[in-house]
């Protein structure tokens, strides 16, 4: 959530700690996302401050946009209200169900069918769209010589697919919804024999008939997490409809990174975390027998990728995170968590280092702007980096090894990220976790010292 503090600084905080310090008045709330400003133009024509008069006569001359919308028989079709009242009006919203349960790609196809619109619109029935998302999508579409336009969304007040058109990045994976406005001769149909992707089929075909999409930079709707709905999560439908695209597209298996997961003896939890990973995009490396640093540094020596994400084996790993991860151009990428077992709602963005009463206060933190660098349970490294840095300090026994290596950086001017969208750490004891732990503080706090990181902070 996002909150003003006295200071006049915004900051994303979880909603606990948001409640608490806008009781004790130490902030004031903001929305979930981030607000745009009002669309002060003829949805139709674009021109400044439009009279009703002129809204009244431009419509007549616009096309018709057809919003297509799928649903199960029986199921609330809570987008209507937000589409009913677009400023775009020049719509017909048509709801298609799925009588025989033959599944969204063919309820979309017979619902285009049905359609007459020049342009048409995707729509879940569980959306709530912008109120002027139609009208930003159509101005940006026709602006263009593209097919197709898009835009961003929130998901669980999260901002999802906020990226520009990359026919490159497009290749590797997803990052377009669905939810897009697109051209009617362009539509080339969803392919009915995927359970997954039918979306970055789709947009695939269409490149490979020389049709691009276009970003609005504009979030145009939000949508929550729904039961049997796999945000992020790699399923045996998604692991087999990649494997289809990837035939059917002629994509390179060549993989976009290695994953090295150092392992003690939590085999269960080691079980989970793989059965979550797709082995067709990455290269995965599981390294034992040694500590924590020792097998990650003989993990990263045997891959192949230029790039690196280690990757503790008690975690939940999601695609989508590990692909923001590698699509971003920093050095090295942490990954804010959630742990069960301390607190199942708080999310944990890194470590913080903050100057009090004349010493360095270092803990976890639950305020993004306050982590300075992130933990070690899920980083990725440009694998030059990693060389230049030397790896993890084999010094260091199972702990503190991932602090040494990140302050490091930031004292080399590496650059450093954290994704914001939270991966599941359940944070088990494995053997000899915490054996070390007291001459591992002792080491980092002589290498580090007060000054030190005193001094990092400041030029930061």
Not at 66 to 76: A, F, K, L
Not at 173 to 202: A, C, H, P, V
Not at 280 to 296: H, W
Not at 308 to 328: A, Q
């Amino acid at each position: 959530m996002l909150i003003k503090n006295n200071s006049g600084r915004i900051l994303e905080v979880n909603l606990e700690r948001a409640k608490e310090m806008i009781s004790k008045g130490e902030a004031t709330a903001l929305s979930e996302a981030p607000k745009r400003k009002d669309f002060n133009l003829c949805p139709y024509c674009f021109i400044e401050k439009p009279t009703k008069e002129h809204l009244v006569e431009c419509k007549k001359k616009t096309p018709l946009i057809s919003v297509i919308i799928p649903s199960r028989v029986g199921e609330e079709i809570t987008s209507m209200p937000s589409l009913e009242k677009q400023s775009y009006s020049n719509i017909e919203i048509i709801v298609e169900y799925d009588e025989k349960k033959e599944g969204a790609p063919v309820v979309r196809n017979r619902g285009f069918k049905k359609s007459k619109g020049e342009f048409v619109l995707f729509s879940d029935n569980d959306l709530e769209w912008d109120k002027d998302a139609i009208a930003v999508l159509y101005k940006t579409l026709v602006e263009s010589k593209k097919a197709y336009s898009y835009g961003s969304y929130t998901l669980e007040g999260k901002i999802i697919g906020n990226k520009e058109f990359s026919s490159h990045d497009l290749w590797k994976w997803n990052y377009i919804s669905t939810m897009s406005l697109l051209r009617r001769e362009d539509f080339t149909g969803f392919d009915t024999k995927l359970k997954k992707f039918q979306d970055w089929d789709l947009w695939l075909t269409m490149l490979e008939n020389g049709k691009e999409g276009i970003y609005c930079d504009t979030c145009v709707f939000s949508t929550k997490e729904r039961q049997g709905i796999t945000f992020g999560k790699e399923t045996p439908d998604s692991t087999e409809a990649r494997k289809i695209i990837m035939k059917k597209h002629s994509i390179s298996s060549n993989k976009l990174a290695d994953i090295i997961i150092p392992h003690q003896n939590r085999h269960d939890m080691l079980h989970k975390c793989l059965d979550s990973l797709n082995c067709d995009q990455f290269n995965v490396i599981v390294v034992g027998g040694g500590t924590f640093s020792e097998n990650c540094n003989k993990g990263a020596r045997i891959a192949d990728t230029d790039n690196l994400i280690f990757m503790n084996d008690d975690i939940e790993p999601r695609t989508d995170v590990i692909m923001e991860m590698i699509n971003s151009d920093k050095d090295i990428v942490g990954c804010a968590q959630i742990t069960p077992s301390w607190h199942p709602k708080k999310v944990w963005f890194g470590i913080s280092y903050e100057w009090k009463g004349g010493f360095i206060d270092e803990s976890i933190t639950d305020i993004f702007n306050k982590a300075l660098i992130p933990t070690g349970f899920l980083f990725r490294v440009k694998r030059q980096v990693w060389e230049e840095l030397g790896g993890l300090d084999e010094e260091y026994k199972n702990g503190g090894e991932d602090q040494e290596l990140f302050l490091t950086a930031l004292e080399k001017d590496y650059s450093i990220e954290i994704v914001k969208t939270p991966t599941i750490h359940h944070h088990s004891s494995s053997r000899d976790r915490f054996k070390y732990t007291s001459d591992n503080r002792k080491r980092l706090n002589s290498r580090w010292t007060q000054e030190r990181v005193l001094k990092l902070i400041k030029n930061i």
